[in-house]
């Protein structure tokens, strides 16, 4: 009996682990200050803190806005006032060597710093904005796109 609980706790624990990994979630907001939104798919949610973000998800913040997200490799996000950002792609499975990050800023102000894929894998990290592509290389930066 007490083998048969020892393999059900661990039964238990495995499959809560698995579940917790093939989610889907890329991240979750750890901040938010003012007017922020997560708009995925045609659903616009409030962005609240814990709120999870997953792969095609866009994160927006107003005139008020600020929004910080952590994804789940450690890359550290965190958005301006009237900003826009899109995670296009998020993998990040080290076990299974599917490591890839890429960002697409469409406005605002962002400061970016790389977590374990930039480290493990930078050629498949990427920060675009509408007029240049940043290739990661396990960095921080800050970057302002304008509205045309």
Same mark, same amino acid.
């Given at each position: 009996?007490?083998?048969?609980?020892?393999?059900?706790?661990?039964?238990?624990?495995?499959?809560?682990?698995?579940?917790a990994?093939?989610d889907?979630?890329?991240g979750?907001?750890?901040?938010?200050?003012g007017?922020a939104?997560?708009?995925?798919g045609?659903?616009s949610?409030?962005?609240?803190?814990n709120?999870?973000? !997953?792969?095609?998800?866009t994160? &927006?913040? *107003?005139?008020? $806005?600020?929004?910080?997200?952590?994804?789940? +490799?450690?890359?550290?996000?965190?958005?301006?006032?009237?900003?826009?950002?899109?995670?296009?792609q998020?993998?990040?499975?080290p076990?299974?060597?599917?490591l890839?990050?890429?960002t697409r800023?469409?406005?605002?102000?962002?400061?970016?710093?790389?977590?374990?894929?930039?480290?493990?894998?930078?050629?498949?990290?990427r !920060?675009?904005?509408?007029?240049a &592509?940043? *290739?990661?290389? $396990?960095?921080?930066?800050?970057?302002k796109? +304008?509205e045309?």
């Open positions: 009996m007490k083998y048969l609980s020892s393999i059900i706790a661990a039964a238990l624990v495995a499959s809560a682990t698995f579940a990994a093939s889907g979630t890329a979750r907001v750890k901040t938010v200050t007017s939104s997560i708009l995925r045609e659903a949610l409030p962005a609240v803190v709120e999870r973000i !997953f792969q095609g998800d994160l &927006s913040t *107003g005139p008020d $806005g600020s929004l910080g997200v952590i994804l789940k +490799d450690d890359t550290s996000l965190s958005l301006g006032p009237n900003s826009v950002v899109v995670v296009d998020f993998l990040f499975a076990a299974e060597s599917k890839s990050l890429v800023m469409l406005r605002g102000t962002a400061v970016y710093a790389s977590g374990i894929i930039a480290k493990l894998s930078p050629q498949t990290v !920060f675009e904005t509408p007029n &592509s940043i *290739g990661i290389r $396990g960095t921080r930066f800050l970057v796109v +304008d045309d």
